[in-house]
């Protein structure tokens, strides 16, 4: 097999890390919370010197962020 990068073990880790009794939309809510950590950081800054710009692209990954967690905490309210 392949190895993963660290950003995909971290979501399969995420999945896998729930005991087996454990309703499969929260494994699915940990990894895409893993996901968003990865694909759009908490803590986004871009390092652009166009301040337009750089205001453009962390709004962006907030929407990105947002729209992924929001999944999240829809399957586990379930």
């Known amino acids: 097999m392949t190895d ?19 309703n499969r939309r929260v494994k699915i809510a940990a990894a895409l919370r ?9 803590n986004y800054r871009s390092f652009y010197e166009d301040k337009k710009y750089d205001t453009g692209m962390e ?12 999944i999240a905490t829809e399957l586990e309210a379930l």
């Not at 993963?4 to 454990?22: C, K, R, T, W």
């Not at 893993?34 to 908490?42: F, G, M, Q, R, S």
């Not at 709004?59 to 929001?70: G, K, P, Q, V, Y």
């Open 34 to 42: 893993v996901l968003a950590d990865n694909v759009a950081p908490e």
């Open 59 to 70: 709004d962006c990954n907030d929407s990105i962020r947002e729209a992924i967690l929001s």
């Open 4 to 22: 993963l990068s660290p950003q995909a073990q971290a979501i399969l880790d995420a999945f896998n890390g729930y005991h087996e009794m454990v």
